[in-house]
């Protein structure tokens, strides 16, 4: 009888163990599924933060990018700025020079008239000093008369109105007379020269 008590308590022993083998083999197999699922989880979880990273990596390149961009057109729009206003510093007496202009060629026309009396050459050296002085004045200013006469024919400084045959001492393209005087104000022709060239 003791025998078969001590038969039962190991069966039952060892079906208690057996019941703890599976408990433990399902402890462990759910053990390792949520671990797994975490693990899934965490795969998952990275996998988005790094897209998140990602999406904010371009955002940022784009902000910079366009940061960039803005930060040129900036300097570009200064220089642009600065460049204008330079070049309106440089040219800022043309308007008047071009007006003053005919009353130079005026003053010019009236001292090549021939003068027989003395109240007339009076006259005439009055016209000359007042030509002296504008043509002071608009040196002082930068403002030069064109070189034409004899002078190669130069098409960005001459305009020319005639043309005429070679004649003896002359040489081609070259300018023999000059019907208005041209001017330039600093490098830039304010009035070509209008003149006729030997051809």
Known sequence: MAKEEEKRTNKKAAEDLDVDEKEQKHASKKAAEDLNAESNEQTDNQSD???????????????????LRAEAEMQNM????????AQLLKY??????????????NLNRALQIEVEDEASAQLKHGIEMVAKDM?????????????ALNQ?????????????????????????????DGYMLKD????PAMVVVAQ
């Not at 043509?135 to 070189?147: G, Q, S, V, W, Y």
């Not at 830039?188 to 009035?191: D, G, M, N, P």
């Open 135 to 147: 043509e002071k004045a608009l040196k002082d200013n930068e403002i030069t008369k064109i070189e």
């Open 92 to 105: 800022e007496g043309q308007k008047l020079a071009t007006e003053i202009l005919p009353v130079m060629d």
């Open 188 to 191: 830039r022709v304010l009035r």
């Open 78 to 85: 200064t220089k642009r700025f600065k460049n204008e206003q």
């Open 49 to 67: 933060l790094e897209q998140q990273i990602a999406d904010l990596q371009t955002k940022y390149d784009e902000m910079e990018d366009k940061y």
């Open 152 to 180: 190669p024919f130069d098409p960005t400084k001459h305009q020319a109105v005639k043309s005429v045959p070679v004649e003896k001492g002359q040489k081609a393209e070259t300018v023999v007379e000059v019907y208005q």
